[in-house]
Structure formats: C-alpha cells, structure tokens
C-alpha cells in the first residue's frame, strides 16, 4: 500500500515517573533520539512525549495523580536519558482500597 513505507512504528518508551513533596520528576529512556526531535506537551495532570528515531517514534503520555504547573516544567536531555521536572501546585489524597 502507498505510504506504508514512510510510517514510524510507535513504541512506548521506557518511564520512570515519581514525585518528591514538591515536584514529579519523569525518567524517559529515548536512546538514539536527536534533542531537536523531542517534543513533549504538558497540561495540568498529562505529560505526553514523542520522538522520532529512524523506522520508528516513541510515544507514551501519562496522566498524573497531582496538579503540576506546567509552565514552570524543565527539561533536560543526555546519554539518551529524557528527564523532565515539574513543581507539583496541589496533591490530591487518594482513597485507599484493601486487597483480599
């Protein structure tokens, strides 16, 4: 079929995600990624990634437990290694669920 050759395949990066009292920090595993070719979008609770390498693009988004200000988010990028930092505004309490 037409086209079929230029399509990525999408694969879900490896993530490391978790948060201190103060702010989410996320782990993206993005090896052989060029920095220019990220591109991440934040909103209040969802972070989503994309990155094109060669026949493929890694894709993941993830929606968080906490409020963050997304305007306020870093990022940096080495070895492979995608880490972003986000202030986190408010923690929501969650309800516990017992296990049987």
């Keep these: 079929m037409a086209g079929e050759k230029n399509e990525k395949i999408p694969v879900s990066p490896a993530a490391f995600i978790y948060h201190t009292d103060d702010e ?3 782990e993206i595993e993005l090896p052989g990624v ?4 990220i591109d991440i979008k934040i909103t209040e609770n ?3 990634v994309k990155a094109p390498r ?3 693009e ?3 988004c993830w929606v968080l437990a906490h409020d963050f200000n997304a305007d306020m988010s870093n990022a940096t ?3 492979g290694l995608l880490t972003v930092r ?4 408010e923690t ?6 017992p296990v049987e």
Excluded: A, Q, S
């Design 24 to 26: 989410y920090i996320m």
């Design 34 to 37: 060029n920095k220019e070719d």
């Design 46 to 48: 969802t972070f989503c």
């Design 54 to 56: 060669r026949n493929m």
């Design 58 to 60: 890694y894709t993941g």
């Design 77 to 79: 990028y080495e070895n």
């Design 86 to 89: 986000v202030p986190i505004i």
């Design 92 to 97: 929501k309490e969650g309800r516990r669920v």
